[in-house]
């Protein structure tokens, strides 16, 4: 009687044993497969930022190499306005031009808007290659700023110096063909004091002229680096 009993307790705790085996079983497959899908989800809305944020720099790219492009024109406008030659009367219009062209408008507007969701949200933390959160913190809080550093300097010259001279000193009247000047040009021109400004001028379009070279080519690593994550 006494076996009999022993046999059904020892049977009793093998089926407990083996109940306890699947629930810890099922318990460890559950962990597994909520991480499987965890790793999956957080890999597809990595994808998703890296494409994002690609396109983003797309048209920021886009942006900077026109912006170059104009602060080039300012500058080529510049050195076209000191050397003109006013015994040139064909030249005028040029002149007018170009002084128009001195004063031309640049502003970079960067499109970051998802650099700015991942840095707020913390969105950042799944990403694993720490040499592209690196690049991007350098080029959106860093190169990003010294563009709109250097444009601001670049504007304090025009707006507070320049363009306050050329309005009081030059004057030109529209005519059909081209424009007249009630002005002493050769005079005008050999003013110290707008030779110096210009001077200032052209030396602030440099200093943003190596702001954008300088995040253009920091984009262009970014760039690489998320086609490579992307393969």
Not at 105 to 128: A, C, D, W
Not at 145 to 173: G, R, T
């Amino acid at each position: 009687m006494k076996s009999k009993t022993n046999k059904n307790t020892t049977k009793r705790l093998g089926r407990y044993l083996a109940e306890i085996l699947v629930i810890i079983i099922g318990i460890t497959l559950s962990f597994a497969l909520n991480e499987w899908n965890k790793s999956r989800n957080d890999h597809k809305a990595y994808e998703n930022h890296l494409e994002n944020l690609s396109s983003d720099l797309e048209i920021d790219f886009k942006q900077m190499k026109s912006d170059s492009k104009s602060v080039n024109d300012i500058k080529r406008n510049l050195i076209y306005t000191l050397k003109y030659d006013p015994m040139n009367r064909d030249s005028v219009p040029k002149l007018s031009g170009a002084i128009d062209g001195i004063m031309s408008y640049i502003n970079f507007l960067p499109n970051n808007n998802t650099f700015r969701m991942l840095n707020s949200t913390g969105g950042l933390g799944i990403f694993k290659n720490k040499k592209l959160v690196s690049e991007l913190n350098q080029l959106y809080q860093y190169d990003y700023a010294y563009i709109e550093m250097m444009e601001k300097q670049k504007d304090q010259v025009l707006y507070s110096h320049l363009m306050p001279f050329l309005y009081e000193e030059i004057y030109f009247e529209d005519a059909l063909t081209y424009p007249k000047i009630r002005t002493d040009i050769k005079a005008f021109l050999n003013n110290k004091k707008f030779r110096n400004i210009c001077l200032d001028y052209q030396g602030a379009c440099d200093s943003h002229h190596w702001s954008y070279t300088r995040a253009l080519k920091r984009l262009k690593k970014v760039q690489e680096i998320i086609k490579e994550e992307l393969k």
